[in-house]
T-cell receptor, first 116, second 110 residues
Framework: AQSVTQLGSHVSVSEGALVLLRCNYSSSVPPYLFWYVQYPNQGLQLLLKYTSAATLVKGINGFEAEFKKSETSFHLTKPSAHMSDAAEYFCAVTSAGGTSYGKLTFGQGTILTVHP | DAGVTQSPTHLIKTRGQQVTLRCSPKSGHDTVSWYQQALGQGPQFIFQYYEEEERQRGNFPDRFSGHQFPNYSSELNVNALLLGDSALYLC?????????FGPGTRLLVL
């Protein structure tokens, strides 16, 4: 079985400040990890993904994440927050094989608020 | 290149009714997955279709069923609707491991 824990259901930062959204996962097989962003009343947009290549992954809109196997973490960062980053962010895990193949398991989400 | 499309965008039903939601995948994608997202929660996996067969299924009752057509589009059917089925239903398409989501169908059951 796989699971994802997102620490902090709400994160608030000032415009221009560092954004750090935390994600820890549990998986019995090598994982594939994803971050998605959801704006109000919309679907999910892929920000970035880790699929067993480089451990530091760069995504859209200046976001990046680092896969740390020893810490079972995949935290999302952005050096400088912009007002347009305000949204809900979801971390998700799946695997290349096994019983979880093809099934994305999501965390509960983190709502990011950006203050001017 | 059109992304994943879903119809309808919104739907209101009453308890006990049946509903069908539709999804068209991105061009070149052969796999369709369905998720239910209740208010304030992360999406929950319902099932996945590949080559017109259900390949994976999450922890949802048999009231939830689906279909995939030869052109890879898909339908999600829910029978005997309950109030608790009110949610945003998301469709995602993929060719390999990365799933791309549509805008969703918001279902309200009264």
């Amino acid at each position: 079985a796989q699971s994802v824990t997102q620490l902090g259901s709400h994160v608030s930062v000032s415009e221009g400040a560092l954004v750090l959204l935390r994600c820890n996962y549990s998986s019995s097989v090598p994982p594939y990890l994803f971050w998605y962003v959801q704006y109000p009343n919309q679907g999910l947009q892929l920000l970035l993904k880790y699929t067993s290549a480089a451990t530091l992954v760069k995504g859209i809109n200046g976001f990046e994440a680092e896969f740390k196997k020893s810490e079972t973490s995949f935290h999302l960062t952005k050096p400088s927050a912009h007002m347009s980053d305000a949204a809900e962010y979801f971390c998700a895990v799946t695997s290349a094989g096994g019983t979880s193949y093809g099934k994305l398991t999501f965390g509960q989400g983190t709502i990011l608020t950006v203050h001017p | 290149d059109a992304g994943v499309t879903q119809s309808p965008t919104h739907l209101i039903k009453t308890r006990g009714q049946q509903v069908t939601l539709r999804c068209s995948p991105k061009s070149g994608h052969d796999t369709v997955s369905w998720y239910q997202q209740a208010l304030g929660q992360g999406p929950q996996f319902i099932f996945q279709y590949y080559e017109e067969e259900e390949r994976q299924r999450g922890n949802f009752p048999d009231r939830f069923s689906g279909h995939q057509f030869p052109n890879y589009s898909s339908e999600l059917n829910v029978n005997a609707l309950l109030l608790g089925d009110s949610a945003l239903y998301l469709c995602a398409s993929s060719q390999k491991e990365t799933q791309y989501f549509g805008p969703g169908t918001r279902l309200l059951v009264l």
